[in-house]
């Protein structure tokens, strides 16, 4: 499939206010469902968040006294090293290689002025990832694109915001990704099993 190079990530920001154009709704959450059958049940992520918040919030004193206690470049150099071994640590680390993407388009949904492609494919062997893909109606051709990282909704790349930024962005040309982060949407399972998803004859 086209790849594109994006120009910037969204978290929720860009657009917030943006709306669907007159008279015209976006899809149903359920429409914008990948997999032909759901995802086992599991814990979502959303009490999870909640928990670090928490203990966040308990620990805001250190973390305060941390960063009062910067006093020279050194100082920050310091802090900022210890900061990012700490994160490295719980994502357990980076890939280390790039592996093929397997992407597959599993349904086209034409819509006014663009169109949304429902996708799956694996950010690691294995691991598999529910997207949707914004299309503008454009002549074909390069275009910038945009990768739309989801907030904490539990319903994920469905959230009713994160359709109308995806549409409104399709609509003035840009090629925008928004995929389910673990324990969100079609990734709703603490630990997924993807017996369901192999056994799919969809993905032959």
């Known amino acids: 499939m086209t790849r594109y190079k994006p120009l910037t990530v969204l978290g929720g920001l860009f657009l917030a206010g943006a ?7 976006p899809p149903a959450p359920e ?3 990948v997999l032909a059958l759901p995802a086992p049940a599991g814990a979502r992520i959303t009490p999870y968040l909640q928990s670090q918040l928490d203990r966040a919030w308990r620990d805001d004193g250190r973390r305060l006294a941390a960063f009062a206690s910067v006093r020279n470049e050194a100082d920050l150099l310091t802090l900022r090293a210890g900061i990012r071994a700490r994160l490295l640590s719980h994502l357990g680390g980076l890939p280390t290689e790039k592996t093929p993407l397997n992407a597959r388009i599993v349904e086209t949904i034409p819509l006014d002025g663009y169109r949304v492609e429902k996708l799956v494919f694996e950010s690691q062997p294995g691991l598999y990832v529910t997207a949707v893909l914004y299309l503008p ?3 074909a051709g390069r275009k910038p694109a945009v990768l739309l990282a989801c907030g904490h909704s539990p319903e994920g790349k469905a959230f009713r915001n994160y359709q109308e930024i995806g549409s409104e962005l399709a609509r003035r040309g840009y090629v925008v990704l928004c995929w389910d982060p ?3 949407g079609e990734s709703a399972a603490s630990t997924q099993s993807w017996a369901t998803w192999r056994a799919w004859p969809g993905r032959h």
Do not use: F, H, I
């Not at 709306?19 to 709704?25: K, L, Q, S």
């Open 137 to 139: 109606s454009t002549p």
């Open 19 to 25: 709306r669907p154009a007159a008279g015209v709704e």
């Open 31 to 33: 429409a914008l469902t």
């Open 182 to 184: 673990g324990g969100q």
